[in-house]
Every structure is written in C-alpha cells, then in structure tokens.
C-alpha cells in the first residue's frame, strides 16, 4: 500500500527567503507526481506535475523534483512572499490512477 | 474555460440526517473523481467514474453512501444517514483523456454534522 510522507508538518519563513518542502513514498511504481496548493477553505490547485520518467518540473519561482529509486520529492519555492502562505499537498499516482495524498506542509511566509 | 464547480459549498446537518452534494466536471473530462478530507488530511478517493460508470468505487463507504453519474457529466454524492463521522470536506476533480493526465479540483464542500 502506497504510503506518502510530508516533511515538515508546519513551516514559517521570513519574506524572501528560498525553502524546500520534502515528500517521500514508499512505492516507487508510480505513474507521476503531483504538487498542489491549498489555501484555507479551498480546493486544491495544481502547481506541477512530473512524470515518471521526468527529473524535474520548473513554473515560476516553484520547482519540483522526483527521484523515484529512492522514493522522493522536493517542492524548491524561491524568493518566498506572503501570497505563498499556503497548505502544500503531493500526491502520486500509481497504476489503479488513484491519487495518495500526504497530508501536507503548512507554509508561513512572515512579511 | 470554467473549472470543476461544486454545490453547496457549505452544509450544516444534524446527525442521522440525509445529504447531497453535486458537481459539474471540466467540460470534455470524462473522468470525475469524489475524494474526502479531514480535518489536517490529505484528500482521500472515494469513487471514480469513467464516463457514467463507476470505475473504483472501493473506498467508498456503501453501507450509507451512494453516488450517480447518470449521462456522463454531473454527478451526485449522497450520504444516508449521515454520522458525526462524516464532517469534511468533499472534493471534486476531473481530468481530460489527453496529455498529462492532471487532476483539477473545485472548491470542495464543508460539511459539518452535529
């Protein structure tokens, strides 16, 4: 059963500092990864995907990267603002498509 | 174009009580999902629909659970009886054939039984 671990729980940052949100799983038969945000008492928005043959997705100041073998993944957010004070989810897909969630990183962002 | 579109977006029921949720998927997504998410929980998958058949329906509590998708487009989540238990909030996500084959959420509805 796969299983997807979120480290830290909570994180709080000044403005402009660069930080990494770790995910791990524990099935590296995965399909491809997905980063979401979710902001309080909203839905989840996508903010990269990668395949499983991908080493890394790029969007703005977010990047993601994926190293199956070794079950993991990192969300690098550069510059970080106020606006990024969010909850931050990954997920994986593996073959029956059904998306297992961590439970997810709350960022703080300080001005 | 319109995301995944949800109603309502709040819901406040006594225990024991029925309640229903709908949602209208990306126009063109033949897949819709359900999922459930606790309070500090990741999203959990309740059933998954192809078109208007449910595809993955194992997580799906049936005992007092049900849900339709009848012409392929909106569907509907159903919960009777409902127990305290059931305080969450339900997500909807739908995705294209094509491509990446990325998931897109609505925003959910709150539901809390007292």
């Known amino acids: 059963k796969q299983e997807v671990t979120q480290i830290p729980a909570a994180l709080s940052v000044p403005e402009g500092e660069n930080l990494v949100l770790n995910c791990s799983f524990t099935?590296?038969?995965?399909?491809?990864l997905q980063w979401f945000r979710q902001d309080p008492g909203k839905g989840l928005t996508s903010l990269l995907l990668?395949?499983?043959?991908?080493r890394e997705q790029t969007s703005g100041r977010l990047n993601a990267s994926l190293d199956k073998s070794s079950g993991r993944s990192t969300l690098y957010i550069a510059a970080s603002q106020p606006g990024d004070s969010a909850t931050y989810l990954c997920?994986?897909?593996?073959?029956?498509?059904?998306?297992?969630f961590g439970k997810g990183t709350k960022l703080t962002v300080n001005p | 174009e319109a995301g995944v579109v949800q109603s309502p977006r709040y819901k406040i029921i006594e225990k024991k009580q029925p309640v229903a949720f709908w949602c209208n998927p990306i126009?063109?997504?033949?897949?819709l999902y359900w999922y459930r998410q606790n309070l500090g929980q990741g999203p959990e998958l309740l059933i998954r629909?192809?078109?208007?058949?449910?595809?993955?329906d194992s997580q799906l509590p049936k005992d007092r659970f049900s849900a339709e998708r009848l012409k392929g487009v909106d569907s509907t989540l159903k919960i009777q009886p409902a127990e305290l238990g059931d305080s969450a909030v339900y997500l909807c996500?739908?995705?294209?054939?094509?491509?990446?084959?990325?998931?897109?959420f609505g925003p959910g509805t709150r539901l809390t039984v007292t």
């Open positions: 099935d590296s038969a995965i399909y491809n």
């Open positions: 997920a994986v897909r593996g073959g029956s498509e059904k998306l297992v």
């Open positions: 996500a739908s995705r294209g054939d094509r491509g990446l084959y990325e998931q897109y």
């Open positions: 990668i395949q499983s043959s991908q």
């Open positions: 126009s063109g997504h033949n897949t």
């Open positions: 629909y192809e078109n208007e058949e449910a595809v993955d």
